[in-house]
């Protein structure tokens, strides 16, 4: 238990389908973060939230869409997605520039586009 | 761009094997520094961080990790494998200019080692 918690585990969606995968942290932390894990590629960095507010997006197609509702809760809405975006993706929460300190992960959501 | 190398994609080793991965990045100011595992099925943790001070770390369970400024180098090693070890590791970097706390990652190495 990392103190990251994500939901759904597992997700199978068709190309027209919409989901949404939510990330919870009760750190304290105030920097979130979306990670793209596929097979035999680096961690791609997506997303990065700092207090609540977008700071960062790294060329991601607008078929994903983030949210942050508060510094708790981070969210990833989807929609016509692709094959190929099929992944694990990984959440993430620090608290960075009070002597930076390492990101704690989540379990992952594992992506199916069928 | 801050990037991050790991030479080795897949290590083979015996129990009781010493094990050294190569981490190397590309970033010329001061960086904070990290080796993460991700044993199968389960989330990724940390092995152990460098920030300033001592170049040479210790993490948990037996690893450690040297910080070679002048090679942009932040390899891992543990003395003696076990079984239990098998699991992929993955070096990061946070460039400390950035006060977002992201972490740039290598593409991994899945360290495999037999009983």
């Known amino acids: 238990e990392t103190g990251v918690t994500q939901t759904p585990r597992h997700l199978v969606m068709g190309m027209t389908n919409k989901k949404s995968l939510k990330c919870e942290q009760h750190?304290?932390?105030?920097?979130m973060y979306w990670y793209k894990q596929s097979a035999k590629k680096p961690l791609e960095l997506m997303f990065v939230?700092?207090?609540?507010?977008?700071?960062e997006n790294n060329s991601v197609p607008s078929r994903f869409s983030p949210e942050c509702p508060n510094s708790s809760h981070l969210f990833l809405h989807l929609h016509t997605l692709q094959p190929e975006d099929s992944a694990l993706y990984l959440c993430?929460?620090?608290?960075?520039?009070?002597?930076?300190?390492?990101?704690?992960f989540g379990q992952g959501t594992r992506l199916t586009v069928v | 761009a801050q990037s991050v190398s790991q030479h080795n994609h897949h290590v083979i080793l015996s129990e009781a094997a010493s094990l050294e991965l190569g981490c190397n990045y590309s970033?010329?100011?001061?960086?904070?520094l990290f080796w993460y595992v991700q044993y199968p099925g389960q989330h990724l943790q940390l092995l152990l961080k460098?920030?300033?001070?001592?170049?040479l770390v210790k993490g948990i369970k037996g690893f450690e990790a040297e910080f070679i400024k002048s090679k942009f180098s932040f390899n891992l090693r543990k003395p003696s494998v076990q079984w239990s070890d098998t699991a992929e590791y993955f070096c990061?970097?946070?460039?400390?200019?950035?006060?977002?706390?992201?972490?740039?990652f290598g593409q991994g190495t899945t360290l495999q080692v037999k009983p």
């Open positions: 993430a929460s620090s608290k960075p520039g009070q002597g930076i300190t390492e990101a704690f």
């Open positions: 750190l304290g932390h105030n920097a």
């Open positions: 939230y700092s207090l609540e507010e977008r700071v």
């Open positions: 970033y010329g100011g001061t960086v904070n």
């Open positions: 460098y920030f300033s001070g001592d170049p």
């Open positions: 990061a970097v946070n460039a400390y200019s950035s006060n977002t706390g992201k972490l740039i």
